[in-house]
């Protein structure tokens, strides 16, 4: 309509290959948009739920578009960057990504079982505890016993873990461990030190934000303990506590 009403306009409004460019690119950048807003809206961004969400990128950039698209440079430009970070986040996620049993099945599409689970063997015997010397000499037979027994025991559980049914979505990992730490003893002291590494600074950016609105010009008095108080209430009402 504006170009039929001003046709002298017409050398500046975009052609009809520039609009499906536009198009194209709005179709392919939504994804990255929805990434964003779900890794900011979180109060509790795990590792395994961000790699889920590179992973669905993953899919997107890699999807055939054809020879003839737009897109094809800039997208190949991206897969190359994507692939070089990605490849480094795939080593140091692997341990929490498969402690997080929302996720623990989808993390790893490109890798067979025994590559998924040997890491995870390898850091629960090397965190298997040491026994404390005493004055009564142990047979070096029975040391040996012992430690085959130990790693015969990490293995079933690993691999009955694996095994086990994804947890729902909306549980919290965290809680989840705790409800079955009798059934994985070893698993469940491992993850409390991986799940509590959050994937993103998002949260803490954000209370950040919240205790500059508790303390504001009008409420310049507050005492550290007030202002504690106040943080930490707020965070319980918010999580139903």
């Known amino acids: ?16 290959t520039e609009w499906e460019l536009f198009y ?9 948009n929805n990434a964003t807003n779900d890794l900011s809206t979180q109060s509790y961004p795990t590792v395994a739920h961000s790699r889920i969400i590179l992973l669905a990128i993953k899919i997107d950039l890699y999807a055939d578009r054809g020879h003839e698209s737009l897109l094809n440079n800039v997208i190949n430009s991206m897969k190359e960057k994507f692939d070089n970070y990605y490849e480094i986040l795939k080593e140091t996620t692997h341990i929490s990504a498969f402690l997080d049993p929302r996720y623990k099945n989808y993390c790893f599409p490109e890798m ?109 008095r507050l005492t550290e303990e007030s202002v504690r108080a106040c943080i930490c209430l707020r965070s319980w009402i918010s999580e139903n506590f």
Request: charge should be negative; hydrophobic fraction near 35%.
């Open 1 to 16: 309509m504006l170009a039929i009403k001003y046709p002298q306009l017409n050398n500046y409004l975009p052609t009809q």
């Open 24 to 32: 194209d690119l709005d179709q392919f950048l939504e994804s990255f």
């Open 112 to 220: 067979n079982e025994e590559e998924i689970l040997l890491p995870i063997q390898q850091k629960l015997e090397q965190e298997q505890p040491i026994t404390s010397k005493k004055s009564t000499k142990i047979s070096p037979f029975l040391q040996k016993l012992k430690a085959s027994k130990n790693i015969h025991i990490v293995d079933n559980e690993v691999s009955k873990y694996w095994n086990s049914n994804e947890a729902a979505e909306d549980i919290k990992p965290l809680e989840w461990w705790k409800t079955h730490s009798s059934e994985y003893p070893n698993l469940s002291k491992l993850a409390l030190d991986y799940l509590c590494i959050q994937a993103s600074s998002v949260p803490c950016e954000q209370l950040f934000s919240i205790a500059g609105q508790v303390l504001c010009k009008s409420r310049n």
